[in-house]
């Protein structure tokens, strides 16, 4: 069906929502004296650390500082708190067993990418992984999207981008690929639709039953969501 399905990684296969809170958490605790609360952290689900510390913190310097707690504190806490979501797994495997090239579009860097990728038994089901620091400009922006394409030789109308993120569809829309909203992620159905994807899917496995066909003939509807 399609010759490429790209994934955001948390929210999307990684069920690291919590993790990451918890991390905000520790991380605004100690260099504000309270925790931001759950919602302005969520807003930013999606774009690189350092672009979310600055938007949090007091100076550039803080920024840094905050960054560097913030991993210190994940390096400690993720393995025990990152899983995939459920059905991830069997969902990469029927699609390479259809020829269907499967890589990973993420605003996390390179290591800790591939750690979480272990953590959740994935690493061994994609055939790449497109992280923050190996792009100038990271997702919203359409250059970690385009990069991918690239490395698998795909033409982005035969690709489709499933994300949870709004940044991930407004990167995946860039390119010119499609793009189908997860629902199984933090941010709710309306700020999914505002950014106009091709699909809605309520779950994982949903993958499996958009038809590119549709969409190559200009017939496709956003399926199979509400």
Known sequence: MWSGVFFDLD??????????LKCFRFTTKKHFGQSLPDADVVATLGIPLPV???????????????????????????????????????????????????AVVTSKRAGIAKRTLECCGLWESVDLVVCADQVQRPKPHPE??????????LEPDRVVFVGDSPF???????????????????FNLEEL??????????AIEDVLEINAEEVWSGTALPSPGP
């Open 11 to 20: 929210g999307t296969l990684a069920d690291t929502v919590e993790l990451i």
């Open 144 to 153: 970690s999207v385009n990069l991918a394409l690239s490395e698998l030789g």
């Open 193 to 202: 639709l505002a950014e106009e994807p091709d699909f809605v899917l309520d």
């Open 168 to 186: 991930d569809l407004q990167a995946g829309k860039g390119a010119g690929t499609r793009t189908a909203a997860a629902l199984w992620g933090p």
């Open 52 to 102: 979310q510390m600055k938007g949090f913190a007091r100076s550039a310097e803080e920024a840094e500082l905050m960054r560097k707690t913030y991993i210190a504190y994940q390096d400690i806490v993720h393995d025990e708190m990152v899983q995939s979501f459920p059905g991830a797994s069997s969902v990469l495997r029927a699609l390479r067993s259809n020829g269907t090239k499967i």
